[in-house]
């Protein structure tokens, strides 16, 4: 009876995180992106906690592979997304009225293309086997993350500025590469604790520190820039 009921364990904190993804992607369509960044970072908890219970329970399973990438892929991919559509819908355009809703109306539906590159990104993730003890791409819930934070950090900002929407769709397209490309990136994943081969880790998280301190919810973001950047400057150093 008792591993009847634990073998369900992992996949019940699965599905919490799936519906923690639709909570996410309803609020942010009704504009309340703090709710839906709230979400999200609950959806990411879940997320962090089902693989961890599978092992412990030893009860991993195909199944259970498959359902956290479709869960992560609303979570991680359709939540942000919704969000930026949301803000790309009321921000203001360089356009006059009469073509206002001709060009304005449709442009906030390109959001949704990162949903789809989240989706490719899981799906490599899942047959890729370079990807045990790091990441290659950007991590699905790095970019989520990013995205709820430079929202809601920068969003008076963004407010005053009528170039912004396009601003966002760029660092969008951006994002939608660094999900499917082959930039090597580490994990936070610690073999022992010392500092010789844990250097760069060490490094980001100890800088991370005075980030959340002074940008507060901004920070996210930029932490977030940073790992990229980080993870960029070591896999050049390997390569030299």
């Not at 949704?112 to 290659?136: G, P, V, W, Y």
Request: with cysteine.
């Amino acid at each position: 009876m008792a591993n009847k009921i634990t073998r369900h364990i992992p996949n019940s904190i699965t599905c919490c995180n799936l519906i923690s993804g639709c909570i996410a992607t309803i609020t942010a369509i009704y504009g309340d992106l703090w709710l839906a960044l709230l979400f999200i970072i609950v959806g990411a908890v879940f997320d962090f906690f089902d693989g961890m219970s599978a092992r412990l329970l030893h009860v991993s399973s195909p199944i259970g592979k498959e359902l956290d990438s479709l869960a992560d892929v609303i979570t991680f991919g359709l939540a942000p997304s919704a969000m930026l559509f949301h803000q790309l819908s009321v921000l203001d355009y360089p356009f006059g009225s009469v073509y206002r809703w001709q060009i304005t109306g449709y442009i906030p539906f390109v959001a949704f293309l990162m949903t789809a590159f989240s989706a490719l990104r899981l799906a490599k993730f899942n047959l890729d086997e370079r990807q045990t003890t790091s990441f290659i791409g950007l991590p699905t819930p790095a970019n989520a993350m990013f995205w709820g934070s430079l929202l809601l950090g920068l969003d008076s900002q963004m407010q005053a500025v009528n170039w912004a929407p396009f601003a966002l769709i760029a660092l969008m397209l951006l994002s939608c590469w660094l999900l499917v490309s082959e930039l090597p990136m580490f994990a936070l994943k610690f073999k022992h604790w010392g500092w010789k081969g844990n250097e760069v880790k060490y490094i980001f998280v100890l800088s991370c520190i005075p980030l959340l301190v002074i940008f507060k919810v901004l920070a996210f973001a930029i932490i977030i820039a940073w790992y990229v950047v980080l993870s960029a400057y070591v896999n050049a150093t390997k390569k030299r």
